[in-house]
């Protein structure tokens, strides 16, 4: 599975952003994508998943309410629409595919085997 997250850049906070994540290689039945961040010297933190099959999400409660993830089946397709940025909000961000990830492991990195390369958002006044 590979996959290549696009879509960072510099804004102001308060504006948006969509970051995109293409998935190639495989079936992505029974996959779950998620979207981690991480800023240097901290651990890469739980943003948001998607279960590929019936599209049930899960959020991180910092972005409850200003991050939206979908899925675009027919062209293998995450987006993540990112709202009322904060400058708490910057990080390179990462997508992660992880097949048969259980409920309970959703949030944790350890359970995506297949990452991609990160896109950086900045969010600065």
């Known amino acids: 599975v590979q996959l290549q997250a696009s879509g960072g850049g510099s804004v102001q906070p308060g504006n948006s952003l969509r970051l995109s994540c293409v998935v190639s290689?495989?079936?992505?039945?029974?996959?779950?994508i998620g979207w981690f961040r991480q800023t240097p010297g901290k651990e890469r933190e739980f943003v948001t998943s998607?279960?590929?099959?019936?599209?049930?999400?899960a959020y991180a409660d910092s972005v409850k309410g200003r991050l939206t993830i979908s899925r675009d089946i027919a062209k293998n397709l995450v987006n993540l629409e990112m709202k009322s940025l904060k400058v708490e909000d910057t990080a390179l961000y990462y997508c992660?595919?992880?097949?048969?990830?259980?409920?309970?492991?959703?949030?944790?990195?350890?359970?995506?085997?297949?990452w991609g390369q990160g896109t950086l958002v900045t969010v600065s006044s």
């Open positions: 998607i279960r590929w099959s019936g599209g049930t999400t």
């Open positions: 290689g495989r079936s992505l039945s029974g996959h779950t």
């Open positions: 992660a595919a992880g097949y048969g990830v259980i409920i309970s492991n959703q949030r944790r990195a350890a359970a995506y085997a297949y």
